[in-house]
């Protein structure tokens, strides 16, 4: 039973249903903007130099593409599904129509994995970068407030709860306000990747892929090391290929966020043809940003300067080359980048609970939609106070792995649904179709499955307490209250 799937007509007269539809509204440039919002990020001017310095030297320009291209993979996955099944729920939809409602479960289980735990990190991250940025200007302003025993990080809380306002009031408008703080971001990093050219140096992209090396604190606690570094028992090391793919890994985290934009298929005007060329425009932007800042870090200064860093970010770049004004434009630029990132975030969360909800795997009650702007505002609600609570009040920071294996199962699961849905249902009409199938899925599970692999035994111990939780509440009460088990019992 836990096999039964839900065929496409099902999911698609759904999205009619009334008192739980949405409003279509999004177009392409929409789409793309919203890519582009979620994926630049603070991370943008950290997460290079950190790869750099500590695991691939100035190959980590090759990491950031191999990066790309795995989600490039993936994301043509999804594209081809969002062409074929235009409804909210993203991989967890494209899942239940393929491979079953079990599979389909734990694909949205660990949805809701990457987009809450994802959503509080970066708000998280927000209320520090906004302090930051205030001591730019010579202004103290603590990031956090002790209550009693209690630490109090209060910049989440206006962060989440000024998107989580603009998400209920309607989709269309807090993508205009997205897409112009976009915009501004995009033009901060451009500036930053100009400014930084005229000081870039030839002799610094030597070694371009250093040897390797046995890794600083070889010897410490099992925990941190990657699962296939513990399985092989092999000593942790840095640098050389394994260490550029390791940075791959790392660096992946950059450009999570657009399997987050899939669950917007719903809210797009033709989403047949925009949805598809919304993602590949925004992939493509972004990749772009991101090559350009790490050459521009690794040619600024060496791998090896980087390293003496105790967190080696663009900033550390442009203060070792003597021009520590702009770690303050950095800072400001941190703190716009992160901001868009937190409303796509809450935006793909409450999209997957409501998806979840409309099939009966969780409370009904969620997908009940606002008849004024057709958003689910009590999801939306709900989710952005458990986000706020989890930002402010705990050191939800210690959990970034999961934000990656999340999303990368998702992904392994969404790229053989391709091929089994090729086969299931060779009629579905397709506007966008993942060339040379199925080589390219199976290379994209392939590949998103060693990047899993990358992950830390600690991330991974993590990962399978989530997904015990997912089946005692799938057993307990999504599989009896399955819409379509329903439907198949009558």
């Known amino acids: 039973m836990a096999l039964r799937t839900k065929s496409i007509e099902a999911s698609l007269a759904d999205a009619d249903e009334k008192g739980r539809s949405l409003k279509r509204s999004l177009k392409t440039f929409d789409i793309a903007a919203m890519g582009i919002a979620v994926a630049v990020g603070a991370g943008i001017f950290s997460v290079g130099a950190n790869a750099a310095?500590?695991?691939?030297?100035?190959?980590?320009?090759?990491?950031?593409?191999l990066a790309a291209v795995t989600c490039?993979?993936?994301?043509?996955?999804?594209?081809?599904?969002a062409s074929t099944i235009p409804v909210a729920g993203s991989a967890y939809t494209f899942t239940y129509a393929t491979m079953g409602e079990l599979l389909a479960w734990i694909v949205g289980w660990d949805l809701i994995l990457e987009t809450l735990t994802a959503s509080a990190v970066i708000a998280k991250y927000w209320g520090i970068y906004l302090s930051t940025a205030f001591d730019v200007f010579g202004v103290t302003l603590p990031s956090t407030i002790a209550i009693g025993p209690i630490g109090f990080t209060w910049g989440p809380v206006l962060i989440v709860g000024v998107f989580t306002a603009l998400l209920a009031f309607g989709t269309r408008l807090s993508s205009r306000v997205s897409a112009v703080i976009t915009v501004i971001k995009v033009a901060i990093v451009l500036f930053v990747i100009v400014v930084g050219a005229f000081f870039v140096k030839a002799a610094n992209f030597t070694p371009f892929i250093p040897a390797a090396e046995p890794s600083k604190g070889a010897e410490g606690s099992v925990w941190t090391q990657s699962l296939v570094s513990f399985a092989t028992g092999?000593?942790?090391?840095?640098?050389?290929?394994?260490?550029?793919?390791?940075?791959?890994?790392?660096?992946?985290?950059?450009?999570?966020?657009f399997d987050v934009v899939a669950t917007s298929a719903e809210e797009t005007e033709n989403p047949q043809k925009t949805l598809p060329r919304g993602?590949?425009?925004?992939?493509?932007?972004?990749?772009?940003?991101?090559?350009?800042?790490?050459?521009?870090?690794?040619?600024?200064?060496?791998?090896?300067?980087?390293a003496q860093e105790d967190a080696p970010s663009l900033a550390s770049a442009f203060d070792i080359v003597g021009l520590p004004w702009a770690a303050g434009i950095i800072a400001i630029g941190s703190l716009i980048g992160l901001t868009t990132v937190v409303m796509v975030l809450l935006l793909g969360l409450s999209r997957i609970v409501f998806s979840m909800s409309r099939d009966g795997?969780?409370?009904?009650?969620?997908?009940?939609?606002?008849?004024?702007?057709?958003?689910?505002?009590?999801?939306?609600?709900?989710?952005?106070?458990?986000?706020?609570?989890?930002?402010?009040f705990t050191p939800v920071e210690k959990l970034e792995g999961l934000i990656n294996i999340g999303t990368l199962s998702a992904f392994v699961l969404v790229s053989i649904g391709i091929i089994v849905l090729r086969k299931s249902r060779p009629d579905a009409p397709r506007s966008?179709?993942?060339?040379?199938?199925?080589?390219?899925p199976i290379l994209s599970a392939v590949l998103c499955f060693w990047l899993m692999l990358n992950l830390e035994v600690e991330t991974w111990i993590r990962f399978v307490v989530w997904l015990v939780i997912g089946f005692a509440i799938y057993f307990g009460y999504s599989r009896r209250n399955s819409r379509v088990g329903k439907a198949m019992r009558e």
């Open 53 to 65: 310095a500590n695991f691939a030297g100035p190959g980590v320009i090759v990491s950031f593409l």
């Open 72 to 81: 490039g993979l993936a994301i043509m996955c999804y594209a081809e599904f």
């Open 234 to 257: 092999s000593e942790p090391a840095q640098y050389g290929v394994f260490g550029l793919l390791a940075a791959a890994s790392l660096v992946f985290f950059a450009f999570i966020g």
């Open 279 to 306: 993602i590949f425009i925004g992939l493509g932007i972004v990749t772009l940003l991101y090559v350009g800042v790490s050459i521009v870090i690794t040619g600024m200064v060496s791998y090896k300067r980087l």
């Open 361 to 392: 795997l969780l409370p009904r009650w969620f997908s009940v939609t606002n008849p004024k702007t057709q958003t689910p505002v009590r999801v939306q609600l709900i989710a952005g106070i458990v986000v706020a609570v989890l930002a402010g």
């Open 432 to 440: 966008f179709r993942v060339p040379w199938s199925p080589v390219v």
